[in-house]
C-alpha cells in the first residue's frame, strides 16, 4: 500500500493539497504528525519547525523519511502505534493528523494520545474525511463502506467531528468542503 500511496502523490496534491496547505501551514514549534503515511503533510509545514512523524508502517515511514530530506526539514520519524504514543506529556507544540481518524482501530485512544503529548496552550489538527452531506454520495458511502473497510482499513462514512468531541477535545474551529466530504478541525487539548 505504501508504494502505491506514493505513486498518488500528484493526484493526492489536486485533491487534497489545497486542505493540507490551508490548515496545516501555521503549523509551529515542535510538530507532531500522527499516521504520517508517506508523509504528504510535511511539504506544508513551515522549515523552522522541528517535524516529527509516526507510523504503524515500516513502509509507509521508508517514503516519509524521503520526503523530510526532499523539503530539507528539521525532523524524524518513529514506527509507533498512534494508540500508544512513547513520548513524554507535553512535548508538542501542535500535533498534526490527516485522513487518519478513519483508520484507527481505537480513534478515542489515538485523540487521548494527541491531547497527553500536545502542551496545554499547542493546538490538534486535523484533515480528515467523513460521510457527505450530498445524498446520493452518502449513499455510495454506505452501500461501500463495510467492503471498504474490510480492503482498506477505512471507514468511509465515519464523523470525526463527533469523535473529536467524544474524545472530550474542545473543538476551537471546524468546517467542511467538497460536498461535505472533507473537514477541518482546530482543537485544543483540556
Avoid at 57 to 72: T, Y
Avoid at 170 to 181: C, I, P
Amino acid at each position: 500500500m505504501a508504494d502505491k500511496l506514493a505513486r498518488w502523490r500528484q493526484l493526492d496534491r489536486l485533491f487534497a493539497g489545497r486542505y493540507r496547505r490551508r490548515q496545516f501551514r501555521h503549523a509551529n514549534g515542535r510538530v507532531l504528525d500522527v499516521a504520517c503515511g508517506t508523509g504528504r503533510d510535511f511539504r506544508h509545514l513551515t522549515s523552522g519547525s522541528e517535524v516529527v512523524g509516526i507510523d504503524i508502517s515500516a513502509e509507509m515511514l521508508a517514503h516519509a523519511r524521503s520526503e523530510l530530506d526532499r523539503f530539507e526539514l528539521d525532523g524524524t520519524v518513529h514506527q509507533m502505534d498512534a494508540q500508544a504514543l512513547y513520548f513524554p506529556d507535553d512535548s508538542f507544540d501542535t500535533v498534526i493528523s490527516s485522513f487518519s481518524t478513519c483508520t484507527f482501530p481505537d480513534p478515542i485512544a489515538a485523540l487521548h494520545e494527541m491531547e497527553r503529548v500536545c502542551t496545554p496552550d499547542g493546538e490538534i489538527l486535523l484533515l480528515e474525511h467523513r460521510r457527505s452531506d450530498a445524498a446520493p454520495l452518502a449513499w455510495l458511502q454506505d452501500w461501500r463502506a463495510e467492503a471498504h473497510y474490510e480492503k482498506n482499513g477505512c471507514r468511509l462514512n465515519h464523523d470525526p467531528l463527533a469523535t473529536v468531541e467524544q474524545a472530550g477535545l474542545t473543538v476551537t474551529n471546524a468546517s467542511t468542503a467538497f460536498f461535505g466530504l472533507v473537514t477541518t478541525i482546530d482543537a485544543s487539548p483540556e
